[in-house]
């Protein structure tokens, strides 16, 4: 079945460090990923998106790369900011050759990032 | 424009009982989707709702139920409330169907969710 692997946290910074949180899927098919990021009390936001090998998806600073060959989806920013502390979470929906696709997302556990002044 | 709304915020229910929630996705969304997130299991699919019809269904009791309406909005139901169902329920939405929003990568817009304490 799908699965979505996150590194483990809690990830604790100081402001203006470099970021990289790991991802790694087990998908059939040709699955997109996605990265999404849940501030405290909140829902969950889209931050950014690939849906086929060595597309880049970015946002905010944020960047994280399509790996099909390691099967990876690694986010990486270069100068994390107070206001980035928030839960990030790994995502994979899948599409099956022919077209047929299933309506859900699978996360990862998700990683917790704390940035300090 | 609105986001997904979903109501009520909190909920405390005595073990037992049983729990509606509601979900409005965007105006014009029509695609509905239910997750459940806890601190042990992460954040689990329960089903996804397309033109009022159940599309997908994760791996949950028959307890947990579904519905959506012609206007696209979402209810789900769980009966006879167990304390392991205290969780954060989120709903999200997509103005296209499934089929064509993961073909093409399109994410899902969420819900703050409904927070549920079963005691």
């Known amino acids: 079945g799908n699965s979505v692997t996150q590194m483990e946290g809690p990830v604790t910074l100081s402001e203006e460090a470099f970021l990289t949180i790991n991802c790694t899927y087990t998908?059939?098919?040709?699955?997109?990923l996605f990265w999404y990021v849940q501030y405290p009390g909140e829902g969950l936001q889209l931050l950014l998106k690939?849906?086929?090998?060595?597309d880049k998806g970015s946002n905010k600073g944020f960047e994280a790369t399509y790996r099909k060959e390691t099967t990876s989806f690694h986010l990486e920013k270069g100068s994390v900011q107070v206001s980035d502390s928030a839960v990030y979470f790994c995502?994979?929906?899948?599409?099956?050759?022919?077209?047929?696709?299933?309506?859900?997302?699978?996360f990862g556990q998700g990683t917790i990032l704390t940035v300090h002044p | 424009k609105a986001g997904v709304t979903q109501t009520p915020r909190y909920l405390i229910k005595t073990r037992g009982q049983q729990v509606t929630l509601s979900c409005s996705p965007i105006s014009g969304h029509r695609s509905v989707s239910w997750y459940q997130q806890t601190p042990g299991q992460g954040l689990q699919f329960l089903f996804e709702y397309f033109s009022e019809t159940q599309r997908n269904k994760g791996n949950f009791p028959g307890r947990f139920s579904g519905r959506q309406f012609s206007n696209s909005r979402s209810e789900m139901n769980v009966s006879t409330l167990e304390l392991g169902d205290s969780a954060l329920y989120l709903c999200?939405?997509?103005?296209?169907?499934?089929?064509?929003?993961?073909?093409?990568?399109?994410?899902?817009?969420f819900g703050s969710g409904t927070r549920l304490t079963v005691v």
């Open positions: 998908a059939t098919g040709y699955p997109s």
């Open positions: 999200a939405s997509s103005p296209v169907s499934v089929a064509v929003a993961n073909r093409v990568g399109y994410g899902y817009t």
């Open positions: 995502a994979l929906s899948r599409t099956l050759i022919g077209g047929t696709s299933y309506g859900k997302l699978t």
């Open positions: 690939a849906t086929k090998a060595d």
